[in-house]
């Protein structure tokens, strides 16, 4: 397969949002929802959301730039944040309050988004209270080598912020070191949403929405190579007291005290191909 050029010399393309495809539906009924149910919409600050992944009781996995002001660069409160898992119509499948966020220390909210931000822009959030299996199964991660082919995406997004959208199949196109290029649908609010491969029946988490771009005329979505990423992740709120901080470990960075952001959303950058 050709590869895909990526440059470290990225910009923002201003109000850009793709339409939606004729593969990307709304999950119209319970019985299809109910089976993406641990796929939830994250509130911020009253002001924006982004989608977010239950992978486990009481972990929510999304993008790291969802959890910060991106106009200051400061990090959200916890307290700033409910995840509504499974909202449909108004109503939650369950819903709780944030109580840790812990943000890759790979991930600079104020620089230009580039590819090493990319491969580094996710977070996981801690719940107030753990939501029982016997209420919602969460999602695995998928562990095994990341390989081209077939791949899913359930989202909230601009213009469908009340229910879950699931695009049935798009493909994983590229992998560039840990940057991961899917030609999936996405809009704004999808920033964080899991990108799911199915190789061993149910959906496993193989990624999640970074943002938007363009290579070579074709709108593509990327994300992340997340396994070593988690890893340190669950590390830093297995260690945290969950007191307001904003200092870092080498590896992760602890979110504390934030202000109010006025937009949230998938970022969208342009690369140059070739």
Request: proline share 5%.
């Amino acid at each position: 397969m050709k590869k895909f050029l990526i440059t470290y010399l990225l910009c923002l393309s201003a109000g850009f949002a793709q339409a939606d495809s004729t593969n990307l539906k709304k999950l119209e009924t319970q019985n299809e929802a109910r089976g993406w149910q641990a796929v939830g919409r994250l509130d911020i600050a009253n002001s924006g959301f982004c989608s977010g992944t239950l992978i486990a009781p009481d972990l929510v996995l999304t993008a790291a730039h969802c959890v910060y002001d991106r106009t200051t660069g400061v990090a959200y409160a916890p307290k700033d944040f409910i995840f509504r898992a499974g909202l449909r119509e108004g109503k939650s499948a369950a819903e709780r309050r944030i109580v840790g966020v812990a943000a890759h220390n790979g991930y600079a909210p104020m620089e230009p988004l580039s590819a090493k931000n990319v491969s580094h822009d996710v977070a996981l959030l801690k719940l107030s209270r753990p939501i029982p299996f016997s209420e919602m199964d969460p999602f695995a991660l998928h562990t095994d080598v990341v390989k081209n082919g077939p791949v899913s995406v359930v989202s909230y997004g601009r213009g469908r912020a009340d229910a879950q959208s699931r695009q049935r199949e798009c493909q994983m196109m590229d992998r560039q070191n840990n940057v991961l290029i899917f030609d999936c649908d996405v809009t704004y609010g999808s920033s964080g949403a899991p990108v799911f491969s199915h190789l061993n029946g149910r959906g496993r988490v193989v990624s999640v929405v970074s943002g938007m771009t363009t290579i070579n005329g074709k709108k593509v979505a990327l994300g992340m190579y997340l396994p070593p990423l988690i890893a340190d992740l669950k590390s830093e709120l297995r260690s945290t007291s969950y007191t307001p901080s904003v200092t870092a470990s080498p590896k992760v960075r602890r979110i504390g005290v934030g202000k109010t952001r006025n937009d949230t959303g998938a970022k969208f950058i342009k690369l140059s191909g070739s």
